[in-house]
């Protein structure tokens, strides 16, 4: 029996990953990824058992509790922030109270993409889950999980990376003050390199695509390659062109938008940025070998 084409939509945050799905759903029937873009499934799989795979455990140090959001289902796409019909599925109302019930399991993840591939498969070629918490899923836990989803699915992994320093600046609301962490660091959603190092040694690099937002926004052949499937054109995206708080405010991209064009929000310094998190562009080029020409400062 062939195995069913599964995408993972691996992140990162604000580097556009909502048009990217919106490409791949609504304007090419890519993949389909169910009742939300954003299950956080595997995620809450790994908190349920987070004695096991946070180190830090027992210094009573606890990982970000995604379960509440998980048990979010279909009533919170009627309001308007998403178009909802894109996500319409033939699951009974049951049905979704038995998968979004916790706890859940692996096996009920299974169970749920697999039924899901027998409404949409003359349709689309592939499932998804385009949760971006799986690009920091710990390693242990997707080895410990990863025999069994390969046994029914063809699994391929897209991160989507953006210049670090106009990401960072979204990320922070367009406030530099918000850009750091209690601890004065930078997160985990800042380390491209080890996300996608990480992720070829779980799936193989054949099967992980590192995505430069700039570049495949200018042209999604690279994408189209990836996938094996026609890409004529990329879903419209606030941060390309890139436009700082002029920004268009456009429909179903208020998470692209809101905060950013505020009264508080204030222009990018990039010069002075560039030249701070130099670091993260250095520790890029260490890995893949070169730095994006759409990066150059």
Known sequence: MA?????LGAGVPYSATTPLWYTLQWDHKYCHTGHKKEPQWLDVIQKQQEQKYNDRYDRGIRLTDRRKKFEIIPEFYLEHKKPWWIQRTQFSRQEEDYFFTLPTTLEKYIEYYKKHWESVKYEFQSVGDFSNST????????LDIRDQLLEVFDIKVILIFRDPVQRLWSYAKCNYD???CPNG???NWTQYGHMYTKHCEIWGKDN???????KTWKDPSD????????IEKMHEN???????????KLKWLPDQWAGDTSELAKEIDYESMREEFDYLYTDFEKTFGYLPEEWSP
Not at 135 to 142: A, H, R
Not at 208 to 214: D, G, S
Not at 223 to 230: N, W
């Open 135 to 142: 690009c920091i899923l710990k390693k242990q836990f997707m």
């Open 178 to 180: 918000k850009i750091f």
């Open 238 to 248: 606030v941060y390309y062109p890139e436009r700082g708080t002029k920004a268009p």
């Open 223 to 230: 994408l189209s390659d990836f996938l094996g499937y026609k």
């Open 3 to 7: 195995k069913i084409k599964h995408l």
């Open 185 to 187: 660091k930078l997160n």
């Open 208 to 214: 992980v695509f590192p995505l430069i937002m700039e």
